[in-house]
């Protein structure tokens, strides 16, 4: 079946602009997790929502990010007044969590990225 | 001190070698851990998890847990140029975020 999907692949913009990036996970997926990977550096955790929940936003890394996710499935990450530090490939990840019995996992699948140059 | 440790490398080694890869972490809350593999440009896919203490294999690759050392390991037998990529750790507490490693970047050369 489809994976996880990211548009736009490549994102170049300039210092100050707006960018918005989706994600379109797994069909029937319920939680939908966003990451950024620097340069030379391991993912970094921004968001998670997980069904009707509140949104898990402890990794977002300053107010001019945000993401949304529109009827429990598409999801927009949306970076303002870019700056050139927001740099990064952006990933998107989607499971369908197991219950929360002992010994469950969360396999997270990935998309392929983003990859947004801020000029 | 980041949550978890994991050696950038570059490593390079002689297709047919055993690779280990390793990484440390200090937060006791993880209760299963993760190993991805990231080609150039691709998002990561998951090779392996587990969560529990000792060895879980899959074909060339075992994954070895040590909670009372706080160290997991991956190690791929008989490497194939296949093999080169970027390995990521990660673990994760419950459902939720997981925390990675920094990677380590592989080359099997022929």
């Known amino acids: 079946g489809a994976g996880v999907s990211q548009s736009p692949s490549n994102k170049v913009t300039e210092k100050g602009k707006d960018v918005e990036l989706r994600c379109d996970p797994i069909?029937?997926?319920?939680?939908l997790y966003w990451y950024r990977q620097s340069l030379g550096q391991g993912l970094e955790f921004l968001i998670y929502f997980q069904g009707n929940s509140a949104p898990d936003k402890s990794g977002l890394p300053s107010d001019r990010f945000s993401a949304e996710r529109t009827g429990g499935s598409v999801s927009t990450l949306t970076i303002q007044r870019t700056q050139q530090e927001d740099s990064a490939v952006y990933l998107c990840?989607?499971?369908?969590?197991?219950?929360?019995?002992?010994?469950?996992?969360?396999?997270?699948?990935f998309g392929p990225g983003t990859r947004l140059t801020v000029l | 001190q980041k949550e978890v440790e994991q050696d950038p490398g570059p490593l390079s080694v002689p297709e047919g070698a055993i690779v280990s890869l390793n990484c440390t972490y200090s937060?006791?809350?993880?209760?299963?851990f993760m190993w991805y593999r990231q080609y150039s440009r691709k998002g990561p896919e998951l090779l392996m998890y587990t969560y529990s203490s000792g060895n879980k294999e899959d074909g060339r690759f075992t994954a070895q847990v040590d909670k009372s050392s706080k160290y997991i390991s991956l190690f791929i037998r008989d490497s194939q140029p296949s093999d080169s990529a970027t390995y990521l750790c990660a673990m994760g507490r419950s459902y939720g975020k997981l925390t990675f490693g920094q990677g380590t970047i592989l080359t099997v050369h022929p």
């Open positions: 069909s029937g997926h319920t939680a």
């Open positions: 990840a989607s499971s369908h969590p197991r219950g929360t019995s002992g010994g469950g996992t969360d396999t997270q699948y």
């Open positions: 937060n006791s809350a993880f209760q299963y």
